[in-house]
C-alpha cells in the first residue's frame, strides 16, 4: 500500500495539487471526507468540527511566574476530543490498505508506522494571498492585511497542534521528503512533476 | 539557457547530488572549481580561500550598549573580498551562457536574473553523521559530538554569509523551489527523480 501525505501553508495550492496527483496516480483522496466521518462519529455538527479542528482550538491566558507575566497556550479539551477521533478515523483510512492521498491533519505523523511520502507545499506570501483572492468565499470581505493574519493564524494553529503531536515542527525540512514551492509554475504541470518524483520513491522501495 | 543551483547542509549529499544530475542532464558543473578560479583571480592559496569561504570569516565580539552586553558578529574584511571575487566568478560562469549546475556559495542569489531552478538539500542529524563518517578524510579523528559542532558550524557560517549577501534566509523553504531530503534514498535513484522534477520545470518555462 502506497500513501501520500500532503501537509501545506493556508493559500499554497496544497490540496488542489493533492486531488490532481490522486486523479493521475488513481490514488483514494482524503480531505474534507475526514471531517465528515469525524462529524458523523462524534455527532457533532461538521462545520464545527471543522472550524474547531483547523482554526480554533488554541487558547492563550497570562500566568505570574517568578515575578513576570508568561504567555501559556492551551488546547481545548473540545478540540483534544476530536483530534482523537480524527486519529482513529485517519487509522481507520490506513487500515483499509489501498492506495491513497491523505490532506493535511499530521496524517504523516499518525501514520508514519505505513511509511508514507510525506510532501510540504509551500508558497510566497504574495502568491498565497493571490491564491486566496482567486477562490475567496468567507474571505472576500477581509482586506489584505487581515487576510495575511488570518493564514497566519490558521497555520499557527497547525504548527500548534502539530507540535502537540509530535516532537518535531511543522514545517521543519527534516520532517518531509519533499517541499515543494507553487510558486512560478501552471499546477498541471506542478502535480505531473510531483508525481514522478512519488513514483520514483516508491519504485525504490519495492 | 538551464541553470540549476544546489544549497546544502554539511553531510547531506548535496553535491554527490549535483554531480549525478549533472552527469544525467549533460550540464557543466561547478564546485570546487569556483574556489580555484577565485584563488588564482585573487593569487591567495586554494587552500586558504576555500577555509575562509567555506568554514570561517565570521568571528564575534561583545559591546556594552544601553547598559547590557550584546555579542556582534561580524565578517572579516578578507572573507568579504573573497565573496566579491567569488560573485565575480559566478557571473562569469553564468556569462558563457551554457547550462550548468552550481553548487552552493549563493549561486541562487548572485544569478536570481537568470532565474535558475534552485534546490536545497538537507537530510536528517544521523544519515549527516552516518554520510560524513563514510567519507571521513580530515574529520576521521573527531568524536561524533565533535563532528556535529563542526557540521553546526559549518551550516552557521553558509546562514550567515547567505543572509549577508540576500534578504532571504538559508535553508528557508519559501526561498527554493524543491526542498530534497536524502534520508532514505538511493542517491542514484534520487538524482533520476529531482533531474525529472526539474525537466519538468524548465519545460513549462518553455
Known sequence: MKIITISR????????????????????YYDSEII??????????????????DNHGWQDFSITFGGTIHSVEYLQASKIELLVQQRKVIESIAALGKDCIIIGRNADVILKDYHPFNIFVCADKDAKLKRCRERAREEEHLTDRELLRKMKEIDRGRAHTRDFLSGTAWGDREAYHLIVNTGGWDMK??????????EKWFESKE
Chains 1, 2 share one sequence.
Open 9 to 28: 501553508e493556508f493559500g499554497s495550492g496544497g490540496r488542489e495539487l493533492g486531488k490532481r496527483i490522486a486523479d493521475k496516480l488513481g490514488f483514494d
Open 36 to 53: 465528515s466521518a469525524v462529524a458523523k462519529n462524534s455527532g457533532m455538527d461538521a462545520h464545527y468540527v471543522e472550524s474547531t479542528l
Open 189 to 198: 504541470k506542478l502535480a505531473d512533476a510531483v508525481t514522478g518524483f512519488a
